[in-house]
């Protein structure tokens, strides 16, 4: 779904996004005052990094600031009911990653709230490429490196994740399955502590998504060892592929998408959509997601709610062919 997404015309998105604009009334009265982002995970996950880019220039374009409130903790559980249960007005939203969206309703068995019947779908936002990270002193330089020591000391390898259930914790676990190996894992409060416990040396390795750890990367606080993306990035030219130095066809990304309280005017979502759409048509506000490890996406209401489903199947599958566990 998200590959079909990609493949969208991101212009026929943006001319059709601006049509609503001008054909809504509703919308054109709408934002009267500051609007509310809740993101439930912490400041500078990679998440939080894209929200504010993109949040800045729809401020900016519509007239009133779009405020950002991190709230952390329950794997983004307590955020997240937060949006569900919030008058749905336009004034309150959410930025959410894939993991709070379709991961955790297929680990916990008992959720306030469902993706599907308690949000309106506003737009998928970005894609957030990963990465395999470890300390600047490591002596892990490849995947193939990690997976060798992991399996002549079993257990022994400590990784960190953003908490129970979390991106961090799905992608090693899926990791580990494949090749067939046993980590340690240490869940932290969020995917930034994660990422300093590796470069502070309390954990051995993470993958994380690189909009999180690029300045701890640029700074030499941790050492890259391999993304994983279908193909060598750009930005990370140097670095390969988790795929070609260790675990063929091993893939993982997550996204960052907008969503709104079930019930949300027809109109202000689809005013919301148009001004994400908007904003990230921007060469400024690409070139900034791009530059954070994120892929610049974009897509209709219908299009996230297709692929929310289809992603909800999806880990279903990997969650029970891997025996992954909320501990």
Same mark, same amino acid.
């Given at each position: 779904?998200?590959?079909?997404?990609?493949?969208?015309?991101?212009?026929?998105?943006?001319?059709?996004?601006?049509?609503?604009?001008?054909?809504?009334?509703?919308?054109?009265?709408?934002?009267?005052?500051?609007?509310?982002?809740?993101?439930?995970?912490?400041?500078?996950?990679?998440?939080?990094?894209?929200?504010?880019?993109?949040?800045?220039?729809?401020?900016?374009?519509?007239?009133?600031?779009?405020?950002?409130?991190?709230?952390?903790?329950?794997?983004?559980?307590?955020?997240?009911?937060?949006?569900?249960?919030?008058?749905?007005?336009?004034?309150?939203?959410?930025?959410?990653?894939?993991?709070?969206?379709?991961?955790?309703?297929?680990?916990?068995?008992?959720?306030?709230?469902?993706?599907?019947?308690?949000?309106?779908?506003?737009?998928?936002?970005?894609?957030?490429?990963?990465?395999?990270?470890?300390?600047?002193?490591?002596?892990?330089?490849?995947?193939?490196?990690?997976?060798?020591?992991?399996?002549?000391?079993?257990?022994?390898?400590?990784?960190?994740?953003?908490?129970?259930?979390?991106?961090?914790?799905?992608?090693?676990?899926?990791?580990?399955?494949?090749?067939?190996?046993?980590?340690?894992?240490?869940?932290?409060?969020?995917?930034?502590?994660?990422?300093?416990?590796?470069?502070?040396?309390?954990?051995?390795? /993470?993958?994380? *998504?690189? $909009? !999180?750890?690029?300045? @701890?990367?640029?700074?030499? &606080? =941790?050492?890259?060892?391999?993304?994983? #993306?279908?193909?060598?990035?750009?930005?990370?030219?140097?670095?390969?592929?988790?795929?070609?130095?260790?675990?063929?066809?091993?893939?993982?990304?997550?996204?960052?998408?907008?969503?709104?309280?079930?019930?949300?005017?027809?109109?202000?979502?689809?005013?919301?959509?148009?001004?994400?759409?908007?904003?990230?048509?921007?060469?400024?506000?690409?070139?900034?997601?791009?530059?954070?490890?994120?892929?610049?996406?974009?897509?209709?209401? /219908?299009?996230? *709610?297709? $692929? !929310?489903?289809?992603? @909800?199947?999806?880990?279903? &599958? =990997?969650?029970?062919?891997?025996?992954? #566990?909320?501990?």
């Amino acid at each position: 779904m998200i590959d079909a997404l990609t493949k969208s015309s991101f212009a026929l998105m943006l001319a059709t996004g601006l049509q609503c604009l001008s054909q809504n009334s509703v919308a054109q009265s709408y934002p009267a005052k500051p609007i509310h982002m809740i993101v439930p995970l912490a400041a500078a996950s990679a998440v939080d990094n894209a929200a504010r880019i993109i949040t800045t220039k729809m401020g900016a374009n519509m007239g009133q600031q779009i405020l950002i409130e991190n709230q952390p903790g329950a794997a983004g559980l307590i955020g997240t009911e937060r949006v569900a249960r919030a008058a749905p007005d336009g004034y309150t939203i959410g930025g959410f990653n894939d993991s709070i969206m379709t991961m955790l309703p297929n680990l916990i068995a008992k959720i306030s709230w469902d993706i599907v019947r308690d949000f309106e779908p506003v737009s998928l936002v970005a894609t957030v490429e990963w990465g395999l990270v470890v300390g600047v002193d490591s002596s892990y330089k490849t995947a193939q490196d990690l997976i060798a020591a992991a399996k002549s000391s079993p257990g022994k390898i400590n990784y960190g994740s953003g908490g129970n259930g979390s991106p961090q914790h799905m992608a090693m676990a899926l990791f580990a399955d494949r090749a067939a190996i046993h980590l340690t894992h240490v869940p932290y409060k969020g995917a930034t502590q994660a990422a300093m416990g590796v470069a502070g040396k309390e954990v051995d390795v /993470a993958f994380q *998504g690189l $909009a !999180t750890v690029n300045s @701890l990367i640029q700074a030499k &606080k =941790l050492r890259l060892i391999g993304v994983t #993306t279908p193909r060598r990035m750009a930005q990370f030219s140097d670095t390969p592929t988790v795929g070609e130095s260790g675990l063929p066809g091993f893939e993982f990304n997550s996204w960052f998408a907008v969503m709104a309280p079930a019930g949300t005017p027809r109109d202000i979502v689809s005013r919301l959509n148009a001004e994400i759409i908007k904003a990230m048509s921007e060469p400024e506000q690409r070139s900034l997601l791009v530059a954070q490890g994120l892929t610049p996406r974009g897509s209709t209401p /219908a299009e996230l *709610g297709a $692929a !929310t489903r289809e992603q @909800l199947a999806k880990y279903q &599958k =990997l969650i029970k062919a891997a025996n992954i #566990t909320v501990e």
